[in-house]
């Protein structure tokens, strides 16, 4: 980052959020490069930017659409980068209708069950005058019961995305076809003007400008512009598709694999990467393969050719390979070329089963225990209520923390427990805390934001009980298969054939390299047995190796724990490959053979990165290459023999079927292959692009404890939710407050919860500096110390004036930690984005009042009170579907919004249905 | 909390002379009272009550902080003069051979120092370290002279006092074969208690002056008179209340001088003192025991011209004048604690006076620079 | 208390240090004068990464007795070249806090306290609860007849503070058990 | 001789530890600093100081630990200002310019102040830029570590002492808590420490901190504690974008001059400099701060003037006194005696 010439923060609060991080943005700065922080809020961010945009939370793509179509419409974007690396020239199938069409959907769109078919979305074959490249490319997804299912489907891809036929589709270099991605762009965008970004984002048109010279001026050949987005982007209902918007302006700059470009994403927690690549998440196993799904993926092969088939372009063209290693890794012997390597071990998803979704199984006695590892989700989860009454119809639960986090005392001294919806005496959940070891007290690895693995050695021994999750995980599957030992039964085979016999020291302590070697993967047999993996590409799809994460292989290269490298940095270049290792293959800027042109020669002397080095036949430059490091700029590839041979000289993007940076997302994305401006949820400002008010796709969870303010259906001349809010992390504490609110060094920083509000809302509304406030969203009430400051600004809106309201997350009722206060994410509904799961905790509707909240059963009756006067409905936002004409969509055309009825059987999600509400003993008394 | 208790004796704020042009404080500085009496832990970094402020500070927070000097500081500072002024008034008795008043003197001075050393011992943060006093001698240190200064005085004092009790107890104190050494070393102990009398009753004002404290710096032109004076004035009253008339006549005069020293050093000391560092020593509590020091003062002076007629008199204007002087004690050192709580008295004179210099062509010696 | 010695009187030093105002090495203590910083007592210094953020700031963690005595920024990482954010600092007390449980907790059901619980015996109720969980609520085939071979009885959460090696047990066991209901923070 | 006032190249010479010694100091360069208060967590973690205040939000922006004191040795301040302001700020800062340097320069022959300026700013846009509309300001404060400190001079028993570095430290074995220092230093910086300011929820039986050094004068070490060893201070370490930089000091000033050119280069009259000059009230601060308004916004004094500088003054208006007191004794024995 410190090389970039102007980097634009936008969604993210780096210097509050990610300190240390920002020194590189400070330093860059230093060097003469702009900083431009776009942001609702003016933050420690802003405070060191050259300027600070404010702007309306959940606007983003309206400015970055808006961008996008300044660069096009003028043609300031960079052409040869873009012909070379994009697939702007791909031409696709005429079957495609795009959202100016549409009224603000694409093709493809089915209001029964509130999800796209993307079928029509694809290239055109080359010859095949607008038909669809390969209709074969979509078989196992189309009108399958997953796609139905619309299952996390962002993820389930792995990072490149499902497969595409060939790699070779219909193009047109001369960007003249108006089929062409870069013509369709043209007109997607062509009502994103910056008077369009005046009126949906309160941005005037001379920021709107500054911003715009700010990215041209710092783009090309010469120059880099560097992205920074945190959670402000993805914790929205379409989050996905506002970095997507951000990356496709990138590609159109060129700069995406070049120094000081790119987009960061700025993660929040220690390993948060790590936990993505060897995943605690649902749809995926290690390295980005998908979990299979029932129906969809029976059998093995079936199941690796959804992600990648053996012909196509790119390295995932191997993921049969990739799934054979771990399942090798995982069953070892047991895993046979017969037996399909024990793929039959898997479980199979049928529907997204995440945590909402398991929350609502709770709800329904469908969950008997429930692990917290290292998480609060009574403070860190949306709708923290119905998280605590979620745990109390769990049989046991068991948390490992280092202290009393509320996740652990809910039953015992929660809000319910207050206001006497719950009583510790009828709750049956059975409670184990189990105290942890910390960062200090074991030794293992963290993977940080730009994928760097980095080895931690231990310090001390864990104090009294506290043991490290590995020696609790490894010692509970150890008495679960000794508990299981001699059953005959197939279900439990799974555990049975498992490897795991890790060595163990004398105190009990399983041995972290040991893991970490696994997941690196070895030769199983061959001369080389035993031998660790020196990368991915020795892996092999007879079972001759094993891998439990292919995109880690490497880390454990030569027996040495390539992780725990420490070279100090100033003793390296400024990659530094010899501090820790980054996947995949130590390579630390990804896609890096686009800091090339086409010929393999730098852009420009000022940024050069890689190079094709003519002499040596090689690619050269101070970063490992992200590309077959012997093939020539105008290797045509060997397009019949797939995989890294079918890549061309030029194709940049690996891991892309195509090879090619995605302007337009042919498969992928649940929500539409343009990012597109919908409102949110509960907005109740009629969006200004297109009579589709909302994202047509968002996953909503209907439950009396989850109402949705009413938004655009609501009663005009009573606004009872006028504000919006948005949360997020001050730097003093971290997330939910297990690690920050228990130290009283940071306690007394921070400690007090607090609300920002502008000069004018507090003026509206009679909140003084430094009072208390109470603010009230559809689900609960809490009370902060409002801080009445000018570093928020009320924006004008469509003609009306919009009030934002910033809410940091940290603070939950306890009396453990050193500062306690309300909870906010209790204010937030569970509305999800459709391909990733997030919640949505950055625009929210609310109400706000001087004063402090009612104590007791009184406060749960003021937010009903506020829910009566609205007139919400289980359904009330439920809606998906607005636009009045959708061709498609006639037969709902006529629903009267007001009429709060139920669409609930276009979902297939396992929901909590209202009439099981009197089956809980906790249930909100209705009136 | 302390400050609120403070809060209730503060009368309503006088207007403040302001320094024009300059606007007021952006989103919630200067000017804006905030009630946050909840807030602030000791005494120093309380939230002040500054109302209606047009000139810029950090939330109206303190700049500088008041020493840690409570209640046994202010009697300190009393008993202190008193014991430095009977020093001598004992040592000219002495010398006068005015055995009577010379009984008295050292007999208020003993009991003086006997009070003054433990209000000073309990004062510490670290009582059990008060040895750790004379590890230096440092003549930069008003604190550490006064150290050797009341040691040397106190043990003068003590040996005079011992002679004194001795006699008037008809040499019944168990002193045996030291008795001799006692009365040989009783001369040069009055003279060491004469000598450092003096120094002892004006050093405290150094030591308030020697401070960034706005009242007590800027008074540091007239605090040693007004203190001297006070002393003064103290140890002639108690000497007078204690001494037959006859014999008391140094006593009312040095009492009589006092008063005149005390209130002309007074007004002498606010008059070169900014408005802002001398309006603690009028207005709120420090203001009122001032003004009653002063009448008290007053009283007691007239008393003093009565007194050689009356021993009733001569009692009450004695008490009056020892009254007198511990008020005004208590009313500088509160003066000062308040001074600090409001930063206009730190930042206003101290810009008025870098702008007074800038203006006659001294501009090398300002802590900003732009460059 | 040391004896007093008079040539070490710091008034006899004033006089012979030439520091005569009292100022400096007249007035030292002995404690003073031997004064050496923690992390050069320490006896073992590991090379760690900070437990919060994920940018990943390498740290020092110095130790002393088998007890951690300070935590540092370690100046040779290239990510955060020895600095630490307000959070990275207080890392110390995170280890060392009073405030920390460091005994397993159990709460019986409908108890209205909590209760000690040997370790062992703890992870081996969770292993029996775990497989009566995971029988409850097994699910072998879909309604269309399609293998799901899972349970749904059994849910965890966390992921994102712990180690990758951690987190590959986790998968690794749940994956093996049926037990599908994973998530973290990723997607909070 | 020592000084009380006046410029002085080596304070540390004074107090007996001779030339050997380079004077360190810190340069906070609050243009950079982006408010995360590591300095503040970093400082209490390595000197084990107690938390501060009871818990509340103070009502000053972000700032909850209000100002330096017993516990608190770095103190970030935080001002939110509006573009009037910045404007007056803006131009307070040209007034300064145009006072222009001393005629006689300083005489500690640290740095040539401005000769900076003369330094190639070629490249640099050096139009003033547009006045923003908002800004928020974010400064660690800390111990001045003054050329001439008032609390060392004051205090009685020598546990404030001058280091081979030229810093001021109490040793916390030898103060008896008598609190002369805290009214000798014209910032407010240094302050006894009190029971009273620690965990004030212990009823809720909450764990309490251990708080050492009770009932002594506390205050920033500069870490002497690690500088003895070759080790920087521990907040100049953590600062994420060196806002706090550390080093001899004579090069810290040096550096704030280049800064302040550079950012005068660049239109931003408002920059300038506190501490730098050795003929300013406390002889030049060992800490050294490049501000972007006036000292009295961010709670720092506009002329600070160490009270021991008038001492002999003060002595002869005692001596006066005394002298007064005598004679009017005398007289009083004479005019008695009738």
Redesign the interface.
Known sequence: MANADCIIIQGSNMAEAHPVGFQWVMEAKSRGATIIHVDPRFTRTSANAHKHIPTRAGSDVVLLGALINHVLSNDLYFKDYVLAYTNASTIISEEFLDTEDLEGLFSGYDPETGTYDPASWAYSAPGEDGKVADASAFEGQEGSHWTAGRAGAGEAFGSGGPPLEHGIPARDETLQDPRTVLQILKRHYSRYTPEMVTEACGISRADFDYLARALVENSGRERTTCFAYAVGWTQHVGGAQFIRTAAMLQLLMGNVGRPGSGIMALRGHATIQGSTDIPTLFNLLPGYLPMPKAGAHDDFQTYADSIGRKEQKGFWAESRTYAVNLLKAWWGEHATAENDFAFDYLPRLDGPAGTYQTLMRMLDDGVDGYFLLGQNPAVGSANGRMQRLGMSHLKWMVVRDFSMIESATWWKEGPEIDSGELRTEDIGTEMFFLPAANHTEKAGSFTQTQRLVQWREKAVDPPGDAQSELEFLYELGHRIREKLRGSTDPRDRPLLDLTWDYPVDEEGEVDPEAVIAEINGRHETGPKVGQPLSGYTEMADDGSTSGGCWIYAGVYADGINQAARKKPGYEQDEFAHEWGWAWPMNRRILYNRASADADGKPWSERKKLLWWDETAEKWAGPDVPDFPADKAPHDPGDVEAGGAKGLAGNDAFVMQSDGRGWLFAPTGLVDGPLPTHYEPVDSSIPNPLYPQQANPTREFIQDRDNLNAPGMTGDAREEVYPYYFSTYRVTEHHTAGGMSRWLPYLAELQPQLFCEISPELAAEVGIEPYGWATIISPRAAIEAIALVTERMTPLTISGRTVHQIGLPYHWAQGTHAVVEGDSVNDLIAMNLDANTQIQNSKVTACAIRPGRRPRGAARQELVEELQRRAGLQLDTGDQLLTAPDFPEGTERQDIDLQSGESIEETFDLPRHESGGEDQRTTGTEED | MTHSEYDEYRPPEPPRRRRGGRGAGPGGKGKRRRDLTESGGDGSREMAMVEDVEFESYYGRPVVKAPPWETPIGIYLFVGGLAGASGLLQAGAALTGNTELRRSARLVAIAAVGVGTPALVIDLGRPERFLHMMRVFKVSSPMSLGTWILSSYASGAAMTAANEVDRLTGERLPFGPLRPLLRLAEGPSAVLQGVMGAPLAAYTAVLLGDTAVPTWNAARHGLPFVFVSSASLAAGGMAMALTSQKNAGPARLLAAAGVIGDIVGMHFTKSRMHPLESEPLEEGTPGKLLTWAERLAVAGGIGTLLARRSRTVAVASGLALAGASALTRFGVLHAGHESVKDPRRVMIPQKDRLEKRRAAGITDDSITTGW | MPRFSFLE???VR?LR?????????????K??RS??????EAD?V?????????????QL?Y?KD???T????D?????????????????????N??????????????G?E?ED?N?DT????????????RR???E?V?D?G????????????????????????????F?????????????? | MGLLSGPEENPAADSGWGHDHARKGFFTDTSICIGCKACEVACKEWNRNPQDGDLKILGSSYDNTGSLGANTWRHVAFVEQKKDRIEEARESGRKLVSLGMPTIGPRSGAAAPGGRAGEDFTGVDTTPPDTPEFRWLMSSDVCKHCTHAGCLDVCPTGALFRTEFGTVVVQSDICNGCGTCVGGCPFGVIERRDDGTVSPKEDRGRVQQEVPNKGTANKCTLCYDRLVEGEEPACAKTCPTTSIKFGDRSDMVEQAHERVAQLHAQGMTEARLYGANPEDGVGGTGSVFLLLDEPEVYGLPPDPQVPTADLPHMYRTAAVAMGGMLVATALAFLGGRR
């Open positions: 009187w710091p008034v004033q240090d030439g520091d005569v105002l009292g100022r400096g090495t007249s007035v030292t203590s404690r003073t004064i050496t910083p923690r992390t050069a073992h590991a090379h760690s990464v900070c437990p919060y953020c994920a940018v990943g700031c390498g963690v130790s088998g007890k951690v300070q935590i540092e920024g100046p040779a990482s290239p990510i955060s070249r020895g600095r630490l954010c307000p959070k990275g600092s207080a890392s110390e007390q995170l280890v806090s009073p405030r920390r449980i460091t005994t397993v907790r159990y709460r019986r059901p409908y209205t909590w619980l370790r703890a992870i081996d109720m969770i292993a029996d609860r775990f497989l009566e969980a409850n609520h097994w072998d879909d269309k399609h293998a799901l071979r899972r349970t749904m009885g059994i849910a965890s959460l966390g992921g994102a503070t712990i180690d990758n090696e951690e987190n590959y047990l986790a998968k690794k066991l994956t093996a058990a049926g037990a599908i209901q994973m998530e973290n923070q990723a997607r909070i």
